[in-house]
Nanobody, 124 residues
């Protein structure tokens, strides 16, 4: 059974930084695309960033240059470093895992496993 457990959310002032972590267990991680999504109140869930096991990344335009996704394949952990946070980054952030190894297949077929989410609140 796959489990994804997020941590690191919280309250931060605009311009500040947070780092989210997601530990994966079960038959996932090695070779799989992992990513972070977010859902703000009243909005649809959106892809924030994704990363392949080889380190290829994909970012939403709204976070490029501010957020960095990384992974530790030994610790089965994926990270999201968030810098220069804005009020509009306020959302529940979800860790996600795909059955696919390639970014293209993940984008086509979507993610298969989800964490419960961690709340990030950015105050002005």
């Amino acid at each position: 059974q796959v489990q994804l457990v997020e941590s690191g959310g919280g309250l931060v002032q605009a311009g500040g930084s947070l780092r989210l972590s997601c530990v994966a267990s079960g038959s996932i991680f090695s070779g799989n695309v992992m990513g972070w999504y977010r859902q703000a109140p009243g909005k649809q869930r959106e892809l924030v960033a994704a990363i392949t096991s080889g380190g290829r990344t994909n970012y939403a335009d709204s976070v490029k240059g501010r957020f960095t996704i990384s992974r530790d394949n030994i610790k089965n952990t994926v990270y999201l470093q968030m810098n220069s946070l804005k009020f509009e980054d306020t959302a529940v952030y979800y860790c996600a895992g795909s059955k696919w190894a390639s970014m293209a297949n993940m984008i086509t077929h979507g993610m298969d496993y989800w964490g419960k989410g961690t709340l990030v609140t950015v105050s002005v």
